[in-house]
């Protein structure tokens, strides 16, 4: 929004939130991502032009933990986070990821995927789809009843990447290499088979 401005990221995750070069207030919240930021800014600009002031709307911003399937944490066991995410494109894929790399928390991003749109499904951008997951430490990809050969694409575009077409097997895949202080993250427009349910529970079995 015109003359709103977010500054950068301290250590504790807060923004300096600005309006025409002034300080408004610090935002501290929870939330991850530029795209959460812009969205902060919108609306505390909204806010102010209905009446709010900006520290007010500010401080109230900061008691905002998000919505269901936006980098919901959906359980930690034995210092190993598991979320859900709805982002299931390339562009949202990258954003999503990326955020939470900014986010500041050590431990390695274990991202995961399901194409499960039917454009993802048909391979409409799977040409930018390695690149999107290109900041995780590990991938791993659902392949199961996709219309395209997704380790050929990966390995075309130079993006180490783990398929499993079977779900427990992807679920054992993952379990296997997580460990203390990994942020497993889950990306899939679907329920994709309770996935987060499963990896907590093997996860807590210690395998």
Request: proline share 3%.
């Amino acid at each position: 929004m015109q003359g709103w401005e977010a500054g950068p990221l301290a250590p504790d995750g807060s923004c300096a939130i600005a309006w025409h070069g002034r300080e408004m207030g610090r935002l501290q919240w929870s939330l991850t991502g530029e795209h959460n930021r812009m969205n902060a800014l919108a609306a505390i600009g909204a806010a102010r032009h209905a009446g709010v002031e900006p520290a007010a709307a500010i401080e109230a911003l900061g008691s905002f933990h998000g919505v269901r399937r936006r980098m919901e944490v959906r359980g930690v066991v034995r210092g190993i986070t598991v979320y859900d995410d709805f982002a299931h494109h390339p562009t949202a894929i990258r954003a999503t990821i990326g955020g939470l790399r900014q986010h500041g928390l050590a431990g390695r991003i274990l991202a995961v995927l399901e194409p499960r749109s039917n454009t993802m499904k048909r391979g409409v951008m799977k040409d930018a789809l390695p690149a999107s997951l290109g900041a995780a430490d590990r991938v791993f990809v659902y392949t199961a009843g996709l219309d395209w050969d997704a380790k050929s694409v990966f390995e075309t575009a130079g993006v180490s990447a783990r398929f499993e077409g079977n779900l427990n097997d992807l679920v054992q895949a993952i379990a296997g290499e997580a460990r203390e202080g990994d942020r497993i993250l889950v990306m899939s427009n679907g329920d994709f088979g309770n996935i987060h349910g499963k990896l907590l529970a093997r996860l807590a079995e210690g395998r």
